[in-house]
């Protein structure tokens, strides 16, 4: 069984009416597999329908939300994301935070990260990623 943990960017689609996504997730699920909902991902999800006042999204969200898995996210997965952090900024590379948390949250789980932004993911050890638009 492998537990998916989708990126900001994956929800974002699907609230905005990419159906393409949902289409995966409900095969994923028929197939035993979990997917999940990282907690940083909800934090940047919640704050951009907040400040756009999205009430249908809002709702959907929260329908998607009920629908997957939430985590906590442990102390361990800081650590992977500083010492990730602290590597890509001596190899010459700086990313984002929010990024940053994701894939540690995703290391530590040892969850598929699913994003369509593997440009910033693929630089991180011992993070599986998918982009399920190349699928």
């Known amino acids: 069984m ?39 991902v909800l934090y940047e999800i919640r704050r ?9 999204r809002a709702d959907a969200f929260d329908d998607l939300c009920n629908s997957l898995l939430l985590y906590d996210m442990r102390l361990n997965a800081f650590e992977i994301a500083a010492a ?18 994701i894939a540690g949250f995703c290391i530590d789980n040892g969850f598929v990260l699913v994003t369509n932004n593997m440009k910033h993911f693929d630089l991180f050890n011992g993070l599986r990623v998918e982009d399920w638009t190349k699928a």
Do not use: C
């Not at 990730?84 to 929010?98: I, N, P, Q």
């Open 84 to 101: 990730e952090h602290a590597r890509l900024k001596r190899d010459g590379y700086t990313l984002d935070d929010a990024d940053l948390f």
């Open 2 to 40: 492998t537990t998916y943990a989708l990126d900001t960017n994956i929800i974002s689609y699907y609230l905005k009416g990419n159906m393409e996504y949902m289409n995966r997730i409900k095969q994923e699920l028929i197939r035993g597999n979990r997917v999940a909902i990282p907690p940083v």
């Open 48 to 56: 951009w329908l907040l400040f756009n006042k999205s009430g249908n």
